[in-house]
């Protein structure tokens, strides 16, 4: 019905959220020693805001924004082959 559908939908959008969330929590711990590392320690691109907004908005904002799903095709494809890269 109409309140299982709503309840549903606050679920899921609280759900992918939360993982949005931790995905940028993660980017902000690991990034920041391997730019340390790539730049030195006093760069501008080392700051750890710097690395969680950039991702952000580079990344995230333009994927989230796709009107079909057919426009992350070609990203999925590519994590595909990420995640086969990694894993093997």
């Known amino acids: 019905g109409k309140i299982s559908s709503t309840l549903l939908g606050i679920i899921l959008f609280l759900y992918l959220y939360g993982s949005l969330v931790a995905f940028h929590i993660v980017v902000g ?13 006093d760069s501008f691109w080392c700051q750890r805001w710097v690395i969680i907004i ?35």
């Open 29 to 41: 711990d690991v990034f920041p020693p391997l730019m340390e590392a790539l730049l030195g320690k």
């Open 54 to 88: 950039v991702p952000a908005l580079v990344i995230t904002l333009p994927l989230s924004l796709a009107r079909t799903l057919e426009a992350l095709s070609a990203v999925s494809g590519f994590s595909l082959v990420a995640l086969g890269y990694t894993a093997g």
